[in-house]
């Protein structure tokens, strides 16, 4: 290799300088500066071997002294082994270049950990003669400015991606600068603004005072509008600020505007939504207001204001509660106030009192929330009210009213279950308590006597203090009191303020006064229409207002009193005339009854008791319409109507109601007596009623069946045949008229069959010897016209007369067409039976049904036994969801199913996998649709049709193409690699032959022996990949031995302990008596090392085993496809040879993978490991089984033929002379020239001629 100029030169300088005696002061010198100088300085060999460095470089690799970075390499420094790479690579380029890089800026991890920038340039080193020997490095520490940059580049990337408009003005005006989104905004472009492009082209209304004040204080601030190319203007809200240089002096103006368009318009909208809102709140029938958090008034609605007695809501902004009408309110309103502003809770729909303006009390329902601004503070008080005076009033009246009605239905239940002497001490007790709810001092009840002239006060209750009058009030003239002459007598009430009495009642008015009443209220009480007397309340200390609400409640109240002594005079009437009737009334069988005009039961005997079930006692006083049936009441009144007449009722028929809420049919006959009593006697006719009944309907059954008989109806005498009955449809059926039997011009034995008339006699024998026996048959009859059709006959023994005839009575019609229907049904039947049998689906039939199994099937064809196992009785019995599908999740998708067919869902080819009987998995294709059943109910037709054989073809065909494609795919590659491999390998022996012939022809002291080592080494590690590929591929060179593979793993031991991690321990499971293999020891061991090393990275830094074991198995065909490379390869016995690992293991997608060339998951792999590992295996006829699965480890199982022969110790190789010649002539023979060439050079060097 010759010198270039200049390094001819330098080796000049380098042979003057060495010959100079005063080198060693200047080299004192110079290292001095090399070490005092900042930067980091060092030099390598050629093989980039650090030889020195300075203290800087020492510092920064984490070294005592510089003396200690020599001999060590750039993997023995603290930075990562990617960037002592790149480090060597860059070392390499400038002495193969021999030329210097500079300015490498690259990264740099110090011994301390810290990761630096550092600007590193390289120069090459040469020695005396020139020759590259080494390369000088220098770097210096550019942190700091590479930081600097890079803040830099991301404030102009904020800058130009920020959406705001920023840009740069000149001090008189002139646009320099706009960032990127400033530019699309308003549509100009940056060499626009480098022309010259004033600001107030793009910003004409910015004000005159923005530059000058910018200028002045630094900055100006405010809204603007930016006008865009286009015309358009986009409001702005914008800062300008004063740009300065670095001694203070304005230099230019910097700008940023902010397009405001959306906050104008919701600034615009926010105006319309606050005059919307206020037009609302003045709208709404509710009052609105709310406050700050000093309780000042903020607004209120126009309601709100009419409330507080003010012309407009803007009139209550800043005033308080204090300043108001309700002032005497206020501070319990502020009060509430504060509790929602302190506690931030609502207080809501609760009811309060307030002054209104003109003095009123009203009532109001409130609602109060705290007033929040946008961070969620209370700031304030909202509220609403709207005024319920009026409802509240009405609540009021509504309770009072309601309070009297309960104390009325007190009353009312108090009295019904009295006795007539308790009653007197109920009306007293009652009296009081509607007196003193009255609020009155007296009450009092005055009833009419029999001539309804006088009147008797009966009743009273005082208040305390009062005097009782109950003693002198009797035999009143009612003529004396015009209120109740007047008033009481037409059922009107009066009320009477004593005071306001005119000359005209001067007698009552006295009275009044006499007895200290300065108020009273009089009602009357009726009882069903008739004024009995009436109710009074006085109020004695002073007057009392009575209010219509409280006199109709007094109303009611009289009614419920009156009723009660109406019911004690009625009982003792009832009671003076019991005694006498009772012996009279207990001895009649009749029903006898007393009752009065109104229709009340007074007096009845005990027979009502066994005809109504009701016992005597409640019957009595009870009113008898209430137990008439509802369709005889009307007919009933209008008989009480004729007896209030004086007129008698005869024979009158009507319905009562029993306790069992049955109906008995009563024939009456009764008598008035006077002008208030009836006197009735009854009998129950109900049977006598039913038993008509019952005959008119047998009447008319037989009627309409004699009418509309489609057979015949026919009585005959035993044996003869002689017809003493014959009616229906009989000229219809047998073709002669009832007349033809009757006079017997012909005789039924004459119709019958012959074939069949002895059966018929036996029959009607039969029929007499067994009286009780019906006779059920079916025969032919020939008809008149000689037609034969059949007939069913239907007949019983009878006994007209004792000692007379032997009588059949029957039924019989003809049923013909009936025995052809069924004859035809029978046929189609039997037709669709065998269809459905032969089927070659299975077709089946189901219902639902309430008990369980809960499905029952109808219909269960033969192929459904094939596919299930299960006949239809069991699967019934069984059930169809129990025995199929034991799994409960399979269950509940089938009940799902059967609810989507139940809604009317078709459901076609649905795939379902069942279970047989025999415990066998079937998969079916099951289709199912509705169709109406008997009596309307729906069933469920399926149609299954068994995939299960088509599915296993389906598999196999997928797993046989997976298979067929692996294959191919194997053998592609393996053509590839091959091809690639052998081409290669030419190519390297040229390379390896020329080096080995350079490297003999050259002095061992010659430089260029370590270039021609590197080449060797690197052509040498080539010629391994080759090797590999050319192993994947099948096509690499073996050499047959037979081998124990027990042997070969021995031997390898003390190889395997070093290659795999210190943390994994190694195993050994050899078996004895180990078959031999016949296979080439090399690349079997070339498959345990690759399996070896890949078991040790995949346990990498963490503790794991890893095992080796060798065995022997037979393989069948099943086990051999469950592997790789299975294709074509014989059963029979297999040596095995096993590793396995518990490293991270593999995850599926990985493992489908592992043989692919090239593929790889290291960072430094080349992912031929395991392709070459198959090749081998391939070559060898052998086969590969993987295990793995993630966190589990893997295991590797490769199996290869047994031999039959025995395997043989390996001998030594021979030793070869190193000075060995050879003599002769040698033919050479190659495609490849360069091979060719090189090996007629080495045959040469060794003696031979080529």
Not at 191 to 210: S, T, W
Not at 1096 to 1121: H, P, W
Request: glycine share 8%; proline share 4%; hydrophobic share 40%.
């Amino acid at each position: 290799m010759g010198s270039s100029p200049r390094n001819r030169k330098t080796a000049k300088a380098s042979k003057k300088t060495a010959s100079s005696p005063d080198t060693r002061p200047h080299s004192a010198i110079l290292d001095h500066i090399l070490h005092a100088v900042p930067q980091a300085v060092f030099w390598k060999d050629r093989n980039s071997v650090y030889r020195g460095c300075n203290a800087a470089f020492a510092r920064a690799v984490g070294l005592a002294s510089p003396d200690e970075i020599v001999g060590k390499t750039d993997f023995d420094l603290p930075w990562p082994r990617t960037e002592a790479e790149a480090y060597r690579t860059d070392d390499r380029e400038v002495m193969e270049n021999d030329r210097p890089k500079v300015h490498i800026v690259e990264p740099l991890q110090q011994a301390d950990g810290k990761r630096l920038w550092i600007d590193t340039t390289k120069v090459p080193l040469h020695d005396a003669s020139g020759q590259v020997m080494g390369v000088l490095g220098i770097y210096s520490d550019v942190t700091e400015r590479k930081r600097m940059e890079e803040a830099l580049r991301f404030r102009v990337a904020l800058i130009e991606s920020s959406p705001d408009f920023i840009g740069m003005a000149s001090l008189d005006g002139k646009g320099l600068y706009v960032n990127a989104s400033g530019l699309r905004r308003v549509g100009y472009s940056q060499e626009e603004f480098d022309r010259g492009m004033q600001v107030a082209q793009v910003q004409p209304d910015l004000p005159a005072d923005a530059f000058p004040t910018a200028l002045r204080e630094g900055t100006w601030e405010g809204e603007t509008t930016l006008v865009c190319k286009d015309g358009t203007v986009i409001p702005v809200s914008q800062v300008v600020t004063r740009v300065v240089d670095e001694k203070g002096q304005p230099v230019a103006y910097a700008t940023i505007a902010r397009d405001i368009s959306s906050t104008k318009r919701a600034e615009k909208e926010l105006g319309d939504s606050r005059r919307m809102l206020q037009l609302v709140l003045d709208t709404i029938p509710v009052r609105v207001f709310w406050k700050d958090r000093e309780l000042k008034y903020l607004g209120c609605n126009r309601l709100f204001a009419a409330d507080a007695g003010v012309a407009s809501p803007d009139e209550m902004v800043g005033r308080d509660d204090f300043q108001m009408g309700w002032r005497e309110q206020a501070e319990r309103y502020r009060a509430d106030d504060r509790r929602v502003i302190e506690t931030a809770e609502p207080k809501l729909n609760y009811e309060e009192p307030q002054t209104a303006p003109d003095g009123r009390q009203i009532w109001l329902r409130t609602s109060k929330i705290p007033l929040r601004d946008d961070r969620g503070e209370t700031i304030g008080v909202l509220g609403t009210y709207e005024d319920i005076t009026d409802r509240k009033r009405a609540e009021e009246a509504l309770g009072y009213r309601l309070a009297f009605e309960k104390l009325v239905a007190g009353l009312s239940t108090r009295f019904i279950n009295l006795r007539p002497e308790e009653i007197d001490p109920a009306v007293n007790g009652a009296l009081g308590e509607i007196g003193r709810f009255m609020d009155v001092d007296r009450s009092y009840v005055f009833l009419f006597c029999e001539d309804e002239r006088l009147m008797d006060n009966t009743h009273e209750w005082c208040a305390e203090g009062i005097e009782s009058h109950l003693a002198r009030l009797k035999g009143l003239r009612i003529a004396d009191f015009p209120s109740v002459q007047n008033e009481i007598r037409r059922g009107e009430h009066t009320v009477i303020q004593v005071a306001e009495l005119g000359p005209e009642r001067a007698i009552e008015k006295a009275e009044f006064e006499r007895e200290g009443i300065r108020s009273l209220v009089l009602v009357p009480m009726s009882c069903r229409g008739r004024i009995m007397g009436f109710l009074g309340l006085d109020a004695v200390g002073q007057a009392r207002r009575f209010t219509d609400d409280s006199v109709a409640l007094l109303r009611i109240a009289g009614e419920c009193l009156a009723n009660a002594l109406e019911r004690k005079r009625y009982e003792q009437a009832l009671r003076e005339t019991s005694e006498e009737l009772d012996r009279f009334f207990s001895l009649a069988l009749d029903l006898l009854c007393i009752a009065d005009l109104e229709g009340r039961f007074l007096r009845l005997n005990r027979s009502w008791e066994d005809v109504l079930g009701h016992p005597v006692g409640e019957l009595e006083g009870k009113v008898f319409l209430d137990f008439v049936h509802p369709e005889d009441r009307a007919t009933t009144q209008a008989e009480i109507a004729r007896l209030a007449q004086g007129q008698k009722v005869i024979n009158f028929v009507n319905r009562y109601r029993r306790r069992d809420g049955s109906y008995r049919h009563i024939e009456w006959r009764a008598s008035p007596y006077g002008n208030r009593l009836i006197y009735a006697a009854a009998r129950d006719i109900t049977e006598r009623i039913e038993a008509e009944q019952r005959v008119a309907r047998s009447e008319s059954r037989y009627r309409f069946y004699m009418e509309n008989l489609q057979g015949i109806a026919y009585q005959v005498e035993v044996g003869r045949f002689r017809p003493h009955f014959f009616h229906g449809a009989v000229e219809a059926i047998t073709g002669y008229s009832a007349d033809d039997f009757r006079e017997e011009r012909v005789r039924w034995n004459e119709c019958i069959h012959p074939d069949d008339l002895p059966a018929v006699i036996r029959e009607s024998r039969r029929l007499f010897e067994e009286p009780n026996h019906v006779a059920d048959t079916e025969y032919r009859i020939v008809r008149k016209d000689g037609n034969i059709r059949w007939v069913r006959d239907v007949g019983q023994h009878a006994v007209l007369d004792p000692g007379g005839p032997a009588i059949i009575n029957g039924l019989l019609w003809d049923v013909t067409e009936r025995r052809a229907a069924e004859e035809t049904l029978r046929g189609e039947n039997a037709f669709r039976k065998a269809i459905i049998d032969r089927a070659a689906e299975g077709l089946c039939v189901c219902h639902e049904t309430p008990e369980p199994p809960n499905i029952r099937f109808t219909i269960w064809n033969d192929r459904m036994i094939e596919i299930t196992g299960y006949t239809m009785e069991e699967i019934n019995e069984r059930g169809w969801y129990q025995t199929v599908y034991p799994d409960p999740k399979v269950r509940e998708r089938a009940a799902q199913r059967m609810a989507r067919m139940r809604a009317g869902e078709d459901l076609l080819g649905e795939e379902w996998e069942i279970v047989r009987k025999d415990g066998a998995k079937r998969t079916l294709s099951i289709s199912t649709t509705i169709v109406p059943g008997p009596a309307g109910r729906p069933h469920v037709l399926a149609l299954m049709h068994d995939l299960t054989e088509r599915k296993r073809a389906e598999e196999e065909r997928r797993y046989l193409e997976a298979q067929v494609q692996h294959v191919q795919k194997l053998e592609s590659l393996g053509v590839l690699a091959g091809g690639i491999a052998h081409d290669f390998n030419n190519l390297l022996m040229a390379i390896l032959g020329n080096a080995d012939l350079a490297m003999r022809s050259l002095p061992n002291a010659s430089p260029a022996q370590g270039y021609l080592c590197d080449i060797e080494t690197a052509s040498r590690r080539a010629a391994d990949l080759c090797r590999q590929m050319l192993a994947y591929s099948g096509k690499g060179r073996f050499v047959i031995e037979v081998l124990n593979m027990n042997e070969v793993v021995e031997e390898m031991t003390r190889m395997l302990e070093i290659s795999i991690s210190k943390k994994a321990v190694l195993k050994y499971n050899l078996a004895a008596n180990l078959p031999a293999v016949e296979a080439d020891a090399t690349q079997v061991r070339q498959v345990l090392m690759n399996l070896i090393t890949n078991a040790s990275e995949a346990i990498g830094d963490r503790s794991g085993i890893i095992s080796i074991a060798t065995g022997a198995m037979r393989c069948d065909r099943g086990y051999l496809a469950e592997t790789y490379l299975s294709n074509d390869l014989a059963e029979g016995l297999y040596v095995y040879i096993e590793v396995a690992d518990t490293g991270c293991g593999m995850t599926p997608e990985v493992r489908n993978k592992i043989f692919d060339p090239f593929f790889t998951t290291k960072f430094t792999g080349r992912g031929l490991g395991m392709a070459a590992v198959l090749g081998i295996v391939r070559g060898h006829k052998g086969a590969i089984k993987v295990y793995s699965e993630p966190g589990k480890g893997t295991t590797v199982k490769v199996l290869l033929p047994a031999s039959e022969k025995t395997a043989v110790k390996n001998q030594a190789d021979l030793p070869t002379p190193q000075d060995w010649k050879g003599s002769g002539t040698v033919l050479v023979v190659d495609d490849e020239e360069t091979v060719r060439v090189v090996t007629e050079h080495m045959l040469e060097l060794m003696g031979f001629q080529a």
